[in-house]
């Protein structure tokens, strides 16, 4: 071949790749090569189907007439239009992936905010994908309802929430409205409204032989030498603590640390203004990574200290309450539930969910006592619809909520002292046994509390399953041996 051929198939091959393609560029060709895509359709036959070889000509033709689109953005906007008209968009890189079964993906109302998009496979986990998104809050929405639009099925704002089903088993929930992801980083805190759009799909059916282990049988005991060692001895102490104005005792902050890590539902208790929100945003630090928490309240007031896989959906009024919301949230597929404030028949629903897989989960509560939280959780759930009997309702308390936390305002000369009065596990023959108690003794001469903490601590079997999950006795406790 010639050296003219190979000299303009260089040059042709440098023009390729000469420009460098911004994602604020490609977004704006995208929409202007729509725009007149539309032109085309809207002067078809409505009736007919387009296949996506005449939908690809048509936009190779396009494409080619814009001279001001480099060579280099030229495929990708067919394939990235093709993308959303016939698949997934901007999901297909996730979605073409065999062991990817969940999705989900936040698209901010305001195009200034971050987008994100999780996904669960049976190799890695739940993810962030780094990989580009849509465009905006306008092109999910026009892609969603394309998508939705093969099955007869059309979403707009106006609903809220909703569920599809397509013909292969997948599922997809859609809320936008009252739902948003939080942010919290170095102390800051903002929530950010956006649209949510879980999927769900089934992957490769597991046979007999996949579910049976392939370890040969052995006569004694296997032995784990790998194991992650704690000690297992220790001796019960108790421990006292000076209140001095702050709500907890290090040992009492050690054991709901630790609860928090291996997931127990808990309930956060007191009167207006004691600090059961305070105490819940604190913990939700100590959440593992990975871990999806969604937060139900009526409005976004709350402020996670996650900065990951934090769900928001709030109440609108007259339209969507937070029993609606409870129903979305366990179509998202979180690990966790966080109701900002339990009340009314909700407390039926919560505890439904806790029933169902979602350890971890917590909601506070107004009541006088811990044992009196008992009686207002029973008193809520029981007024439900389905009126479930009273004994129903409160052996699901003692067998599914571990733990209670009660929060007290104690006014005084000077102000207000807020602590932790009382934590109790819940144990499920039906009595408490107490982890905490606070014992206020009078009023100092500066007109401070007078008062301290005694620590307990947990039960044996709360001890010995922090023992199997490889986490050892704190120090603050003063257990050790």
């Known amino acids: 071949m010639s050296d003219d051929f190979w000299g303009a198939s260089q040059d042709a091959w440098d023009e390729v790749n000469r420009v460098e393609v911004i994602d604020d560029d490609l977004y704006k060709w ?32 396009i494409v080619a007439n814009h001279k001001e689109i480099p060579l280099k953005a030229r495929r990708t906007i067919v394939q990235t239009l ?13 979605w073409s992936r065999s062991e990817v079964s969940d999705m989900q993906v936040f698209v901010p109302v305001d195009g200034r905010e971050k987008q994100i998009i999780t996904y669960s496979s049976a190799i ?27 099955y007869g099925q059309h979403y707009d704002a106006a609903k809220v929430s909703m569920d599809a089903m397509f013909p292969n088993g997948e599922r997809m929930h859609i809320i936008t409205g009252v739902s948003g992801y939080s942010i ?106 990975g871990t999806v928490l969604i937060v139900l309240e009526e409005a ?38 966080f109701i900002a404030e339990l009340r009314d028949t909700l407390a039926f629903t919560f505890l439904r969910a806790i029933q169902s897989g979602h350890d971890g989960s917590s909601t506070t509560v107004h009541a006088n006592t811990a044992l009196d939280t008992i009686d207002v959780v029973t008193n809520f759930a029981a007024n439900h619809e389905s009126h479930p009997p009273r004994e129903m309702v409160r052996d699901i308390i003692f067998r599914r909520v571990h733990t209670i936390i009660h929060a007290e305002a104690i006014k005084k000369p000077n102000g207000i002292a807020r602590m932790i009065d009382e934590v109790v596990q ?55 041996v």
């Not at 895509?37 to 048509?58: F, G, M, W, Y």
């Open 184 to 289: 919290f980083r170095d102390g800051n805190y903002k929530y950010v409204p956006c649209v949510i759009i879980t999927m769900r799909r089934f992957t490769s059916a597991f046979t007999t032989a996949d579910l049976t282990a392939r370890a040969q049988a052995v006569t004694e005991p296997p032995q784990f030498p790998a194991l992650r060692q704690v000690r297992r001895e220790y001796q019960r102490r108790k421990q006292y603590f000076t209140y001095d104005g702050r709500s907890l005792d290090p040992a009492t902050m050690d054991y709901l640390r630790v609860m928090v890590q291996l997931a127990k539902n808990h309930i956060i208790s007191g009167g207006t203004g004691s600090g059961k929100s305070t105490l819940a945003n604190a913990l939700t630090a100590e959440i593992p990574n």
């Open 30 to 61: 995208q929409e202007m090569v729509l725009r007149e895509l539309q032109e085309i359709t809207n002067k078809e036959n409505a009736q007919s189907e387009v296949s996506q070889a005449t939908r690809e000509a048509q936009l190779t033709a």
């Open 124 to 150: 890695e986990g739940r993810r962030i994908w780094n990989g580009s998104g849509f465009r905006d809050y306008s092109h999910v929405m026009t892609w969603l309802n394309r998508h939705l639009a093969q």
């Open 82 to 94: 093709l993308a959303d008209m016939f698949s997934f968009g901007a999901l297909q890189p996730l």
């Open 426 to 480: 819940l144990l499920p023959d039906q009595t408490l046994h107490a982890v905490m108690r606070f014992h206020q003794v009078g009023i100092n001469k500066d007109g401070s509390l007078a008062g301290y903490f005694e620590f307990f601590g947990p039960d044996d079997n709360f001890i010995q399953e922090m023992f199997d999950r490889g986490i050892a006795l704190p120090d603050s406790w003063g257990w050790t």
């Open 300 to 337: 976004p007031e709350l402020q996670p200290q996650n900065d990951t896989h934090v769900i928001r959906v709030v109440q609108r009024e007259g339209v969507f309450d937070l029993a609606d919301a409870m129903k979305a949230a366990l179509r998202m597929y979180p690990d966790r539930v």
